[in-house]
């Protein structure tokens, strides 16, 4: 398992990053090779269960979360969630967090802990790398993205 954390700012207010980074079908669009589908029906919140498509043809795993923790920013308060990995080979959590920031900004913190299933811990710096990269990309298109 790796930990890793990414840190962005974006001119957007509070809860449309939050909105941004929680329409968890529009992960599929930024992440190369996968589609999102959210299992439970709306509103999503605590329970919720998204299942991360990834791959080719018989290539392809799925990455099942579920949503453990809620708390949707109110007014000028920060909002965060967890997720929870519950996949057969991706393992771990993710945590994303938006606050306000200096100057109108608002400041987005994402927290992953990441394993994958029969990868050995000499490749943990390589696991590292590509999920700082894949997600620190993601990130950045879901916030570009209206």
Not at 59 to 83: I, K, N
Request: one cysteine or more; glycine letters at 10%; aromatic letters at 6%.
């Amino acid at each position: 398992m790796v930990l890793f954390q990414l840190e962005r700012t974006a001119p957007l207010p509070l809860a449309e990053a939050w909105r941004r980074l929680t329409e968890w079908r529009r992960h599929g669009e930024v992440v190369p090779l996968t589609r999102v589908t959210v299992v439970t029906p709306p509103p999503h919140g605590s329970g919720t269960v998204i299942v991360a498509r990834t791959g080719l043809g018989p290539l392809s795993f799925d990455d099942r979360m579920e949503v453990t923790e809620w708390h949707p920013p109110a007014g000028d308060g920060p909002g965060r969630c967890r997720l929870v990995k519950r996949g057969r080979v991706v393992l771990g959590w993710a945590e994303i967090e938006v606050r306000p920031d200096p100057g109108g900004l608002t400041r987005v913190v994402w927290r992953e802990e990441i394993g994958v299933r029969f990868v050995p811990s000499p490749f943990d710096p390589l696991l590292r790398a590509a999920g700082r990269r894949m997600f620190g990309r993601a990130v950045d298109g879901l916030l570009r993205r209206a």
